[in-house]
């Protein structure tokens, strides 16, 4: 990027917002992307007397104030550290919620207490972030003001399925995802940990009575430990200013939140429905795994994205490069999701074709790839649009009037797997080639 002394009546050093995406940066290809994500194209750089944004940031890096970027720039071992972290955090979440489950229960109501404790978390999760992101801890500790109207719609659920599993999921799954944002320490992972162990071989060794109390009383300390974190975030700020500290914006976040996780339970409904008890529980397992190996990969990915971005010299060739990081990034999650898939067909639904299993958990890994990449890339929109559209997908396609029991479901699994991964390592990279994501 070569920078023009030219300077328009626009000058951006009158522009408070820009000085500000660009001393927080850590480089100029990261100033490109802040300035960017601020709303400014090539034609708003053009208006301020520079060709494109690339030639506005690096003329306004030449005159940035000095920072201290050191504390501003993670490496790449932290962020996966982090990322591993979490993983550990949502897999062990799994196994407490399982074992809250009462003796034979169908896998209806294991779905329906998943999906629950799913939806709770990304709405808490993106009502936290989109606080945090703004700069005001004090009302993310306001984030779970969706909490309590979501645990009564989860009352409701545990009631109409007969099951209380689902009530301590969404205790959980909310508590945890408080913890995870705003404390993410080696103690509440080792915490996280011991606590499914505990679960797992109370459930096992002793009894599924036993496995449920642990469960419950381990759901309730996270809860505990979620308060007293919030409590600390909040401050000496009083309750009379809560109306003020939660924004419009994260209400929409919350939603966003609730909707994008509606989109990917509505995926796995439509693939419980059409390929049976089973052969879910294989593709279950396989997706679960999905899920927890996206947040390394997609961290990996994002790191190499933007250490392609750095060092290649020209702007047309960057997107290009990593375009192709951000395809391949998906294909990793995808092939790893289905050499899981092939292990856990042998498991739980041998009589299955492998094939079938194999495409259905490729729709669950590139939709759950797909959505993590549009929200990594800044936009949670983009990621609730696109899990209700992969639902709605599923659900046309799932619907098509073939002939004979067997044509529909293998013909309608081909299409929705062939269709999801081209759909989504298109958008994987058109969205990892956005400055944004550099």
Not at 122 to 134: F, H, M, N, T
Not at 190 to 201: E, F, Q, S, Y
Request: include cysteine; proline fraction near 3%.
């Amino acid at each position: 990027m070569s920078a023009t002394t030219s300077h328009a009546a626009g000058s951006p050093a009158n522009l408070p917002d820009l000085n500000f995406a660009v001393n927080s940066a850590i480089d100029p290809y990261h100033a490109a992307a802040r300035i960017e994500s601020q709303g400014y194209s090539d034609a708003a750089a053009k208006r301020l007397g520079w060709n494109t944004v690339f030639e506005l940031a690096s003329a306004m890096w030449e005159l940035r104030e000095p920072q201290q970027t050191a504390q501003q720039s993670r490496g790449t071992s932290d962020l996966l550290v982090n990322a591993l972290w979490r993983t550990i955090v949502l897999v062990a979440g799994v196994l407490i919620s399982l074992a809250c489950l009462s003796p034979g229960a169908s896998p209806a109501q294991v779905f329906v207490t998943g999906a629950t404790g799913w939806v709770c978390s990304q709405a808490v999760s993106a009502g936290i972030w989109r606080a945090i992101v703004r700069g005001h801890h004090a009302s993310a500790a306001l984030a779970v003001w969706t909490a309590p109207a979501l645990l009564a719609i989860v009352a409701i659920v545990s009631l109409a399925i007969g099951q209380t599993a689902p009530i301590w999921w969404a205790l959980w799954a909310v508590s945890a995802s408080v913890l995870v944002i705003l404390r993410l320490r080696p103690l509440l992972v080792i915490a996280a940990a011991a606590g499914a162990a505990l679960t797992t071989v109370a459930a096992t060794l002793v009894s599924p009575e036993a496995g449920r109390i642990v469960g419950v009383a381990v759901a309730i300390a996270a809860t505990i430990a979620a308060a007293v974190v919030l409590n600390q975030e909040f401050g000496s700020h009083t309750l009379a200013t809560a109306r003020r500290l939660v924004t419009p914006d994260m209400v929409a976040a919350a939603v966003l939140g609730a909707m994008q996780a509606l989109g990917q339970v509505g995926v796995l409904a439509v693939l419980l429905l059409m390929t049976g008890e089973q052969a879910f529980a294989a593709i279950a397992v396989a997706g679960l795994v999905a899920g927890a190996i996206s947040d390394p990969l997609l961290e990996l990915k994002r790191s190499a994205v933007h250490r392609i971005a750095t060092t290649v010299v020209s702007a047309t060739a960057a997107r290009r490069a990593t375009a192709i990081a951000g395809a391949l990034g998906t294909c990793a999650i995808v092939v790893i999701a289905a050499g899981v898939a092939v292990l856990s067909r042998a498991f739980f639904a041998p009589e299955e074709a492998l094939w079938h299993v194999v495409a259905a958990t490729c729709v669950v890994a590139t939709v759950t790839s797909g959505t993590g990449v549009l929200l990594r890339a800044g936009s949670a929109a983009g990621a609730t649009a696109f899990a209700l559209g992969a639902a709605l997908l599923c659900a046309a396609v799932g619907l098509m009037p073939l002939t004979g029991v067997e044509i529909t479901v293998l013909a309608t699994v081909a299409s929705l797997a062939a269709l999801t991964l081209a759909f989504t390592l298109a958008l994987s990279a058109r969205m990892m080639s956005r400055p944004a994501a550099w």
